[in-house]
């Protein structure tokens, strides 16, 4: 744990060192990746239910993404902390909605109602080749694949982040859960 939390330190360091322009540059890429990973495999149907996140930390920027797939009918949510120790839930998000101050003071839309997504991003502060996402440390992400795996849902996940935060390993835990793609600026990887 003390070694995840050193690299999580050196990789939040590193992102937000990067220039704002730099950043914008690799965002705009990863949104070029994602929407051709998914769109090529048809997951992008419209009334498609697809979550992204609100940057902070120097995030890549989905949002001109997310407000593209809202034009195109898909329905756009968010991750909303409710509970600390519980897993995630999700509103619905549109370009204009009203929205509140959520746990850590992120931005979340207001409207209460939930939807369970069927397309998931997770941002990540770090990753290996194996698809393993080092986050924050608060497990939100984990506990949210886990019950959707546990409910049999059908969904699919993706973590996205710059390039420069790939790492051999995170040395996973028994928790961490393999994404089914890591798209970065770069290159989008697959588990083998």
């Not at 909303?80 to 009203?98: D, I, M, N, T, Y």
């Not at 509140?100 to 770090?126: C, H, R, S």
């Not at 886990?146 to 993706?158: E, I, K």
């Amino acid at each position: 744990m003390a070694w995840r939390r050193e690299e999580r330190q050196r990789l939040l360091d590193e992102r937000l060192h990067m220039p704002v322009a730099d950043r914008q540059q690799a965002s705009a890429q990863i949104i070029e990746r994602l929407d051709a990973l998914w769109r090529e495999s048809g997951r992008l149907k419209p009334g498609t239910i697809v979550s992204a996140y609100w940057p902070l930390r120097g995030e890549p920027d989905l949002r001109p993404w997310l407000g593209d797939q809202h034009l195109q009918g898909m329905i756009c949510v968010l991750p909303v902390v409710v509970q600390k120790g519980e897993p995630l839930q999700f509103r619905r998000w549109s370009p204009g909605c009203a929205m509140e101050k959520g746990f850590w003071n992120i931005p979340v839309p207001a409207d209460p109602a939930t939807y369970m997504p069927q397309l998931l991003i997770a941002p990540v502060v770090g990753f290996d080749r194996q698809c393993y996402r080092l986050g924050y440390g608060g497990g939100y992400f984990d506990r949210t694949l886990a019950l959707l795996q546990a409910q049999q849902r059908a969904f699919h996940v993706a973590g996205v982040g710059y390039s420069a935060a790939e790492i051999a390993s995170i040395r996973p835990l028994d928790h961490d859960i393999a994404l089914q793609a890591i798209v970065t600026d770069k290159e989008t990887f697959n588990p083998s």
